[in-house]
């Protein structure tokens, strides 16, 4: 059994091909891309930890939850309806489990690791939207999606989105093995 990390595939969401210049023609290709992806290399028994921006829209969890590989572990991220920024997450938060996801949390600890959608807090690289849900660097690494393409590592940070993990989840041991003081 091993552990994957992931985030930021916002299936549904047609204009982050543009935004993020992912390299699929359409949608179609970017879902079936994703997919293909994530299961070559996710076993059944294999946990995967989703730290954030799963989908724009909750209706298509159980659309796409189901054709990946895996037990799946969200860490809600902004653009997911059970993130706390929105006004009926905790209904939604029990919609995700319905629909597949063992858990539905807003941060989560792994070893020396802090498990976040978003970056610490103070980090300018990037939009500082949500300072309310952002952590605070306490010296630990933290595990994070948000910024898509912008870095893969800063300095005590990992960013586990698809845009800089070839549109795939990244092992446990890979993220361990940047983690170094």
Not at 66 to 83: E, Q
Request: include cysteine; charge should be negative; glycine fraction near 6%.
């Amino acid at each position: 059994m091993a552990t994957w990390f992931t985030s930021d595939q916002h299936f549904g969401h047609a204009r982050i091909i543009e935004y993020c210049a992912r390299p699929f023609g359409d949608l179609e290709r970017m879902h079936a891309e994703l997919i293909a992806r994530h299961n070559d290399l996710v076993a059944e028994d294999d946990d995967v930890w989703h730290l954030g921006d799963f989908s724009l829209d909750a209706r298509l969890v159980p659309v796409f939850l189901p054709r990946l590989k895996g037990r799946h572990h969200l860490v809600a991220g902004n653009h997911d309806s059970c993130h706390p920024c929105h006004r009926r997450h905790a209904r939604a938060s029990e919609k995700y489990v319905r629909h597949g996801f063992l858990e539905v949390l807003e941060r989560s600890e792994m070893g020396r690791f802090l498990l976040c959608h978003l970056p610490y807090e103070g980090d300018s690289t990037h939009e500082a939207r949500y300072p309310e849900f952002r952590p605070k660097d306490e010296g630990r690494w933290l595990l994070h999606g948000h910024v898509h393409e912008t870095w893969k590592v800063r300095g005590r940070m990992i960013n586990v989105g698809v845009d800089v993990w070839d549109y795939a989840p990244v092992r446990l041991e890979a993220l361990e093995a940047l983690a170094v003081e």
